[in-house]
C-alpha cells in the first residue's frame, strides 16, 4: 500500500503505477530555504488552499520558477495542522475531477510547515514570528472565509474577543485580525520591512476588508498606546504595506467518499474523511474541480512569487473589480442560488443532478445567456460568454463535484441583492432595457420566497440553511400554508429594499413575483408546475 508522506513518495514507480504525480523537486532544498528566507505565509490551512493556491505553487517549484515553500497557518481550527498536515508531513494528494469522470491525481509538496498559531502553540507562534521578522518575507496570503475578517457581532459592536485583543495589545492575541496586526508590529519593530497583504476569500473587496480589520485593531492599540505611534502610518504607506484586491473561483468541496474508494482501489493507505471538532470536513486529500481562477491586483512591495506561471491572472483593481462583478451578478453566483433554492424545494442534493433536470437548467440558462449577458461587466481578459458556458457544461454539470444546494442555500438574504438586484439595477438604467420584462431572474425570487417556507413541492417540510435573517423573514410568512390562496406578507419580504437593492415595485417586478410566488404555493407540485409553465 502507498503511504502519503516523504518516506512513501520516494517510491516513485509505484505511485506512477498508480496514476498519481510527484512533486518535482527536492522536497528537503526547499524546506530549507524556506526555513532561512521564508517568502510566503499563508492563513487558512482548508482545502482551497490545499487543492488551488499551494498547487499553483507547486507548478513554479516543478519548473524550478521558485525555490522557496509556503509556510501554513491555521488560526482557528488546530485539528487541520494536527491530523491532515503533521501525519502526512505536510503532504495534500490532489484529485481533480472532470465531468467526463476523468481524475488527474498528484501529490502537492509546496507547502513546507504547517503551523496551528495561539497561545496554546508557543513553538508555531515563534516561528511565525521569525517569518515575519525576517526581510525575505514577500507576502502572507489569507483563505479565511469573510467571517475571518469581522470584528464585529450582528449588533455591530465588538466580539468578546476582539475587545479582549483591543485591551491587552499585540501581546498573546486571540482573533485571526488581532493575530495578523500583531505579526505586521513585530515586522514594523525589527525594521519597517515592506510586504502585502493578500486576501484570496471569495468575498467581495476581500483586501479591503483585510486593511480596515487590520487598521482598526492597529488604530485601537495605537490609542491606548500599546504600539509605537509610526506603526499605523507604517500600514498605511502603500510603499511599505498593501492589501491587494483579489477574486478566486474554485469549487472544493467537502471530501467525496467516491473519491476515497477510488484512491484505495489505486492501492493508497490512510486516505480516511475526517470531520474535526469545529465541524471542518477533511481528508488527506482534496478533491476538486479541474476549473480554477485566481486574479489578483498587481500590488506587491516586496516581489512576490512569479504566479503568472502557473494561470494567475495579475493585472490592475478596475480589472479585478469587473472580474468579480461579471462572476457574482451574471455568470456564476446568480445561477447558484436559484439551483439552490429550487433544488431543496424539488428534493435535490446535489448540483450536478439538478442540471440533469432539462427544467432546471433551461431556467439557469435563461438567468445566465438570456437576461445576464444582455448587461454583463466584461473585464475583457476574461471572455463573459466563455466563462458562462464553462459553468454550465462542465462545472456545474461535473457529477464528481458533490456540492450540495443546501450549502449553497445558506446566507441567501444576504446574497439575493448582489446576486440578482445588480442585473435589475443595469436594466433600470438601459433605456433600451425594460426589468419588468424578465422573467427567470423574478422566478428565482418567487423560488426563494417558497422556499422561506420550509415545505417542499411535495409538502413535506425540510431544513433551511443557516440564515441571519431566517428568523424575521419567515415571520412574514407565519401561518402560510400549501394550497392558500393568498399570503400578504411575501410583500413586505419582497418591500425590503435592503435585501434586493432596488424597489422591485417601483420597478414593475413586485406584482410579477407574488403571482409566481402564489402559483408556487397552490398545492403539492406546484413549484415545478410554476418552473415549467415559465421556462420551457
Given at each position: 500500500?502507498?503511504?502519503?508522506?516523504?518516506?512513501?513518495?520516494?517510491?516513485?514507480?509505484?505511485?506512477?503505477?498508480?496514476?498519481?504525480?510527484?512533486?518535482?523537486?527536492?522536497?528537503?532544498?526547499?524546506?530549507?530555504?524556506?526555513?532561512?528566507?521564508?517568502?510566503?505565509?499563508?492563513?487558512?490551512?482548508?482545502?482551497?488552499?490545499?487543492?488551488?493556491?499551494?498547487?499553483?505553487?507547486?507548478?513554479?517549484?516543478?519548473?524550478?520558477?521558485?525555490?522557496?515553500?509556503?509556510?501554513?497557518?491555521?488560526?482557528?481550527?488546530?485539528?487541520?495542522?494536527?491530523?491532515?498536515?503533521?501525519?502526512?508531513?505536510?503532504?495534500?494528494?490532489?484529485?481533480?475531477?472532470?465531468?467526463?469522470?476523468?481524475?488527474?491525481?498528484?501529490?502537492?509538496?509546496?507547502?513546507?510547515?504547517?503551523?496551528?498559531?495561539?497561545?496554546?502553540?508557543?513553538?508555531?507562534?515563534?516561528?511565525?514570528?521569525?517569518?515575519f521578522e525576517n526581510p525575505s518575507l514577500q507576502m502572507a496570503s489569507f483563505t479565511i472565509t469573510e467571517k475571518g475578517y469581522s470584528l464585529t457581532g450582528p449588533d455591530g459592536k465588538y466580539t468578546g474577543i476582539v475587545e479582549k485583543d483591543l485591551v491587552t495589545g499585540p501581546e498573546g492575541p486571540i482573533h485571526v485580525m488581532s493575530i495578523v496586526t500583531s505579526l505586521a508590529y513585530r515586522r514594523y519593530l525589527k525594521g519597517q520591512y515592506p510586504m502585502t497583504f493578500v486576501s484570496m476569500d471569495n468575498c467581495s473587496h476581500n483586501g479591503d476588508k483585510l486593511r480596515d480589520s487590520v487598521l482598526a485593531v492597529a488604530k485601537a492599540w495605537a490609542a491606548k498606546g500599546l504600539v509605537e505611534e509610526g506603526f499605523v502610518p507604517y500600514l498605511e504607506n502603500e510603499r511599505k504595506i498593501t492589501f491587494p484586491l483579489s477574486m478566486i473561483d474554485k469549487i472544493t468541496p467537502r471530501p467525496s467518499e467516491q473519491v476515497q474508494s477510488?484512491?484505495?482501489?489505486?492501492?493508497?493507505?490512510?486516505?480516511?474523511?475526517?470531520?474535526?471538532?469545529?465541524?471542518?470536513?477533511?481528508?488527506?486529500?482534496?478533491?476538486?474541480?479541474?476549473?480554477?481562477?485566481?486574479?489578483?491586483?498587481?500590488?506587491?512591495?516586496?516581489?512576490?512569487?512569479?504566479?503568472?506561471?502557473?494561470?494567475?491572472?495579475?493585472?490592475?483593481?478596475?480589472?479585478?473589480?469587473?472580474?468579480?462583478?461579471?462572476?457574482?451578478?451574471?455568470?456564476?453566483?446568480?445561477?447558484?442560488?436559484?439551483?439552490?433554492?429550487?433544488?431543496?424545494?424539488?428534493?435535490?442534493?446535489?448540483?450536478?443532478?439538478?442540471?440533469?433536470?432539462?427544467?432546471?437548467?433551461?431556467?439557469?440558462?435563461?438567468?445566465?445567456?438570456?437576461?445576464?449577458?444582455?448587461?454583463?461587466?466584461?473585464?475583457?481578459?476574461?471572455?463573459?460568454?466563455?466563462?458562462?458556458?464553462?459553468?454550465?457544461?462542465?462545472?456545474?454539470?461535473?457529477?464528481?463535484?458533490?456540492?450540495?444546494?443546501?450549502?449553497?442555500?445558506?446566507?441567501?438574504?444576504?446574497?439575493?441583492?448582489?446576486?440578482?438586484?445588480?442585473?435589475?439595477?443595469?436594466?433600470?438604467?438601459?433605456?433600451?432595457?425594460?426589468?419588468?420584462?424578465?422573467?427567470?431572474?423574478?422566478?428565482?425570487?418567487?423560488?426563494?420566497?417558497?422556499?422561506?417556507?420550509?415545505?417542499?413541492?411535495?409538502?413535506?417540510?425540510?431544513?433551511?440553511?443557516?440564515?441571519?435573517?431566517?428568523?424575521?423573514?419567515?415571520?412574514?410568512?407565519?401561518?402560510?400554508?400549501?394550497?392558500?390562496?393568498?399570503?400578504?406578507?411575501?410583500?413586505?419580504?419582497?418591500?425590503?429594499?435592503?435585501?434586493?437593492?432596488?424597489?422591485?415595485?417601483?420597478?414593475?417586478?413586485?406584482?410579477?413575483?407574488?403571482?409566481?410566488?402564489?402559483?408556487?404555493?397552490?398545492?403539492?407540485?406546484?413549484?415545478?408546475?410554476?418552473?415549467?409553465?415559465?421556462?420551457?
Open positions: 500500500m502507498l503511504q502519503l508522506n516523504r518516506k512513501g513518495i520516494a517510491d516513485e514507480a509505484a505511485w506512477a503505477a498508480a496514476g498519481v504525480g510527484l512533486p518535482q523537486f527536492d522536497l528537503d532544498v526547499v524546506a530549507k530555504n524556506t526555513q532561512v528566507n521564508p517568502q510566503w505565509v499563508h492563513f487558512g490551512a482548508g482545502n482551497i488552499f490545499r487543492g488551488f493556491v499551494a498547487n499553483a505553487h507547486q507548478k513554479l517549484l516543478n519548473a524550478g520558477k521558485a525555490n522557496t515553500g509556503i509556510m501554513a497557518a491555521e488560526t482557528f481550527d488546530f485539528e487541520m495542522i494536527d491530523k491532515v498536515y503533521k501525519p502526512y508531513d505536510n503532504l495534500t494528494l490532489l484529485v481533480l475531477m472532470n465531468a467526463k469522470g476523468e481524475f488527474r491525481k498528484n501529490v502537492v509538496g509546496s507547502i513546507v510547515e504547517g503551523l496551528a498559531v495561539g497561545k496554546e502553540r508557543p513553538e508555531d507562534y515563534r516561528r511565525l514570528i521569525e517569518a477510488a484512491l484505495k482501489e489505486a492501492g493508497l493507505s490512510g486516505m480516511e474523511l475526517i470531520v474535526t471538532s469545529k465541524h471542518t470536513y477533511t481528508a488527506p486529500f482534496v478533491n476538486a474541480e479541474i476549473s480554477e481562477y485566481l486574479v489578483i491586483e498587481d500590488k506587491f512591495t516586496n516581489g512576490r512569487p512569479a504566479l503568472e506561471e502557473a494561470g494567475i491572472i495579475f493585472t490592475d483593481r478596475d480589472t479585478v473589480n469587473k472580474i468579480e462583478t461579471m462572476k457574482v451578478t451574471t455568470c456564476l453566483n446568480p445561477l447558484h442560488t436559484a439551483l439552490a433554492v429550487t433544488g431543496c424545494l424539488l428534493g435535490y442534493t446535489l448540483i450536478a443532478d439538478e442540471m440533469r433536470d432539462p427544467v432546471l437548467r433551461r431556467f439557469v440558462e435563461i438567468i445566465g445567456y438570456e437576461e445576464g449577458l444582455p448587461v454583463v461587466v466584461d473585464p475583457g481578459i476574461i471572455n463573459p460568454k466563455a466563462f458562462l458556458d464553462e459553468v454550465l457544461q462542465e462545472r456545474f454539470a461535473n457529477p464528481y463535484i458533490p456540492d450540495t444546494p443546501q450549502r449553497i442555500a445558506t446566507d441567501t438574504s444576504q446574497k439575493v441583492g448582489i446576486r440578482f438586484g445588480e442585473t435589475l439595477k443595469a436594466y433600470v438604467r438601459r433605456a433600451d432595457l425594460d426589468p419588468a420584462g424578465l422573467t427567470a431572474i423574478p422566478l428565482a425570487i418567487a423560488a426563494w420566497c417558497r422556499y422561506l417556507l420550509g415545505v417542499d413541492d411535495e409538502g413535506q417540510p425540510f431544513a433551511l440553511s443557516p440564515d441571519p435573517l431566517l428568523e424575521s423573514l419567515q415571520d412574514h410568512l407565519h401561518g402560510v400554508r400549501l394550497g392558500d390562496a393568498h399570503a400578504p406578507g411575501v410583500r413586505h419580504i419582497l418591500e425590503d429594499a435592503r435585501l434586493f437593492g432596488v424597489q422591485l415595485y417601483e420597478i414593475g417586478l413586485g406584482g410579477k413575483i407574488e403571482a409566481m410566488f402564489h402559483e408556487m404555493l397552490s398545492g403539492p407540485g406546484a413549484v415545478r408546475g410554476t418552473l415549467e409553465k415559465y421556462v420551457i
